[in-house]
């Protein structure tokens, strides 16, 4: 379980230009401090590490060894590389992937994945022996690692998430309904790697007041009324709890007592840190780190309703939302790199070390069943808590089954990136394509 926060829009021309002279004093000033202050005007402070920042090692590893890679259903992973390729081909050619350190170069440009898209497309549905000589002739296994660790550690922390279905109308039917809201108009996204180089994928934001950038009201602002004469309402949600956990997860189904069912998904959020109420719990002594689940939060927030508010709002972040038009109801709804989650197949990764888009292969535990978790993934959606080279967070999709899976799981695992091996210094054989 973790933040939904996916990539925010660029911010229009009259914000860059009234950013510029606090973009010239941050710069000055940042050699002199360890809080992001735009001219000594935006409270708003970026957590530094205690130790070393964490940075992604590669190392070179072969598909024979890895976990269980004999035994994936290879083809089932093409639909969501398929989804990958769809939006691949709607960016410029010569865009970077993205991620940092090594993984990069490795990655390339749009323009080297595209004849991997072609061939891919030629691979029949279900044609499970043909994926996986795709897979083990057109990409190189890199195992990530934790580079600023001594040794460099392998192992990381894997979470999931889901899409919850919710209740609730397009105008409000009762006072204990709580509002979904759109992105106000004059919240401004910003990306601290255009101040900071080393900050490249960090976002905060804020609004404009006076000429400065300040920070936006927090979770508990907003819920004590900061934004309520803007009109912002997007539609009312019947349980303030399951409101909250929408917020976590990112994207919803909310059935309508108008009739039929709005998909959701996030717009924006409000800058603020996300911080888990399942550690606040913790540290109140409500229960132990090993009991934090989804379901053991739901069920404490439920038998304390004099206290759940005031523990929901220890987390500052807000999520504004947009209604998603045009899904079927076996899609899922859009991550951050834009395409479409695939359950059990797309991931959540930090873009700022993991290139979006790329393919990766999971070992760890499975919170439901044997055996454990061993397969293709797609990294195709972001985190508000999704912060290092080894973490991930596993989409499940919807309904019961997947809330199950997704509120329990909490798994050390291993991930390698799949990366061009034309890429990687060797050439890779001609593979035929499969018929229909």
Same mark, same amino acid.
């Given at each position: 379980? #973790?933040?939904?926060?996916?990539?925010?829009?660029?911010?229009?021309?009259?914000?860059?230009?009234?950013?510029?002279?606090?973009?010239?004093?941050?710069?000055?000033?940042?050699?002199?401090?360890?809080?992001?202050?735009?001219?000594?005007?935006?409270?708003?402070?970026?957590?530094?590490?205690?130790?070393?920042?964490?940075?992604?090692?590669?190392?070179?590893?072969?598909?024979?060894?890895?976990?269980?890679?004999? =035994?994936?259903?290879?083809?089932?992973?093409?639909?969501?590389?398929?989804?990958?390729?769809?939006?691949?081909?709607?960016?410029?050619?010569? &865009?970077?992937?993205?991620?940092?350190?090594?993984? %990069?170069?490795?990655?390339?440009?749009?323009?080297?994945?595209?004849?991997?898209? /072609?061939?891919?497309?030629?691979?029949?549905?279900?044609?499970?022996?043909?994926?996986?000589?795709?897979?083990?002739?057109?990409?190189?296994?890199?195992?990530?690692?934790? *580079?600023?660790?001594? !040794?460099?550690?392998?192992?990381?922390?894997?979470?999931?998430?889901?899409?919850?279905?919710?209740?609730?109308?397009?105008?409000?039917?009762?006072?204990?309904?709580? !509002? +979904?809201?759109?992105?106000? @108009? /004059?919240?401004? %996204?910003?990306?601290?790697?255009?101040?900071?180089?080393?900050? %490249?994928?960090?976002?905060?934001?804020?609004?404009? &007041?006076?000429?400065? +950038?300040?920070?936006?009201?927090?979770?508990?602002?907003? =819920?004590?009324?900061?934004?309520?004469?803007?009109?912002?309402?997007?539609?009312?949600?019947?349980? @303030?709890?399951?409101?909250?956990?929408?917020?976590?997860?990112?994207?919803?189904?909310?059935? +309508?007592?108008?009739?039929?069912? *709005?998909?959701?998904?996030?717009?924006?959020?409000?800058?603020?840190?996300?911080?888990?109420?399942?550690?606040?719990?913790?540290?109140?002594?409500?229960?132990?780190?090993?009991?934090?689940?989804?379901?053991?939060? &739901?069920?404490?927030?439920?038998?304390?309703?004099?206290?759940?508010? *005031?523990?929901?709002?220890?987390?500052?972040?807000?999520?504004?939302?947009?209604?998603?038009?045009?899904?079927?109801?076996? =899609?899922?709804? !859009?991550?951050?790199?834009?395409? !479409?989650?695939?359950?059990?197949?797309?991931?959540?990764?930090?873009?700022?070390?993991?290139?979006?888009?790329?393919?990766?292969?999971?070992?760890?535990?499975?919170?439901? #069943?044997?055996?454990?978790?061993?397969?293709?993934?797609?990294?195709?959606?972001?985190?508000?808590?999704?912060?290092?080279?080894? &973490?991930?967070?596993?989409?499940?999709?919807?309904?019961?089954?997947?809330?199950?899976? %997704?509120?329990?799981?909490?798994?050390?695992?291993?991930?390698?990136?799949?990366?061009?091996?034309?890429?990687?210094?060797? #050439?890779?054989?001609?593979?035929?394509?499969?018929?229909?």
């Amino acid at each position: 379980m #973790a933040g939904r926060l996916a990539s925010s829009s660029s911010s229009p021309d009259w914000v860059r230009r009234s950013l510029l002279p606090i973009r010239a004093r941050l710069r000055r000033s940042i050699a002199a401090a360890l809080l992001v202050v735009l001219g000594g005007c935006i409270a708003v402070p970026v957590p530094q590490p205690a130790g070393p920042a964490d940075r992604l090692g590669l190392q070179p590893a072969s598909f024979a060894n890895l976990p269980g890679w004999a =035994e994936d259903r290879h083809a089932d992973a093409l639909p969501a590389f398929a989804a990958t390729c769809a939006r691949l081909r709607r960016m410029p050619a010569d &865009r970077p992937l993205g991620g940092a350190e090594a993984a %990069a170069a490795r990655a390339g440009h749009v323009a080297d994945w595209l004849p991997l898209c /072609d061939e891919a497309a030629q691979i029949a549905p279900g044609n499970h022996a043909a994926a996986r000589t795709f897979f083990e002739t057109r990409f190189r296994p890199w195992l990530a690692t934790n *580079a600023s660790t001594q !040794p460099p550690d392998p192992y990381g922390t894997f979470t999931g998430y889901f899409e919850p279905e919710l209740t609730g109308s397009r105008r409000r039917r009762s006072a204990d309904q709580v !509002p +979904l809201l759109q992105r106000p @108009p /004059d919240l401004i %996204a910003v990306d601290l790697g255009d101040f900071v180089p080393e900050l %490249a994928g960090r976002r905060t934001a804020g609004q404009v &007041r006076d000429g400065r +950038l300040v920070p936006y009201a927090s979770r508990a602002e907003i =819920e004590a009324g900061a934004l309520d004469r803007r009109r912002l309402e997007l539609l009312w949600l019947d349980d @303030p709890i399951d409101a909250f956990f929408l917020h976590v997860q990112g994207s919803g189904r909310v059935r +309508l007592a108008e009739g039929g069912i *709005a998909r959701v998904g996030f717009a924006a959020q409000n800058g603020h840190p996300y911080v888990p109420i399942g550690r606040v719990l913790v540290e109140r002594g409500a229960m132990t780190l090993d009991q934090v689940s989804m379901q053991s939060i &739901r069920a404490w927030l439920r038998a304390n309703p004099g206290e759940a508010r *005031a523990v929901m709002q220890r987390n500052p972040s807000y999520v504004f939302f947009r209604e998603i038009h045009g899904l079927g109801p076996d =899609e899922g709804p !859009p991550g951050a790199f834009g395409a !479409p989650l695939t359950p059990g197949r797309s991931i959540a990764v930090d873009h700022v070390h993991i290139p979006l888009g790329i393919p990766l292969w999971i070992s760890l535990g499975n919170p439901v #069943a044997r055996p454990r978790l061993a397969r293709v993934v797609l990294a195709q959606d972001v985190g508000g808590a999704i912060r290092g080279p080894v &973490r991930g967070d596993l989409f499940w999709g919807w309904g019961e089954e997947a809330a199950e899976a %997704a509120g329990r799981m909490r798994e050390r695992g291993l991930w390698w990136l799949l990366l061009p091996a034309r890429l990687g210094g060797a #050439a890779a054989p001609r593979v035929a394509a499969s018929p229909r």
